[in-house]
């Protein structure tokens, strides 16, 4: 079975930095695009950053871009998010996602970890 599993997410002061990890099992790691959601309490879930299997470009939001950013190592099956000058707003749920490629759904998920930044 596939397991998704969402670490280093806590509290941290605005301007702060945290990096959160996705150890992943159960699949074919270097396959698989990845990538990060998160939801905003009272808000839907929303993309947050993807990194694909084939060549291993990122891609990142908006609202994240400069501050955020999504890498790989297949050899430890693990997926990062290195978030640096967080905000209020970045106060959320982050999960961890996985996929086959573009155009296929987000079909695994891990559970979540909260990230919280105050001022």
């Known amino acids: 079975q596939v397991e998704l599993v969402e670490s280093g997410g806590g509290s941290v002061q605005v301007g702060g930095s945290l990096r959160l990890s996705c150890v992943a099992s159960g699949l074919t790691f270097d396959r698989k695009d990845f990538g990060w959601f998160r939801r905003a309490p009272g808000k839907e879930r929303e993309l947050v950053a993807r990194?694909?299997?084939?060549?291993?470009?990122?891609f990142h939001v908006d609202a994240v871009q400069g501050r955020f950013t999504i890498s790989r190592d297949n050899a430890k099956n693990t997926v990062y998010l290195q978030m640096n000058s967080l905000k209020p707003e970045d106060t959320a749920v982050y999960y961890c996602?996985?996929?086959?490629?573009?155009?296929?759904?987000?079909?695994?998920w891990g559970q979540g970890t909260l990230v919280t930044v105050s001022s």
């Open positions: 990194i694909d299997w084939r060549y291993s470009v990122p």
């Open positions: 996602a996985a996929r086959a490629a573009d155009y296929h759904p987000w079909e695994h």
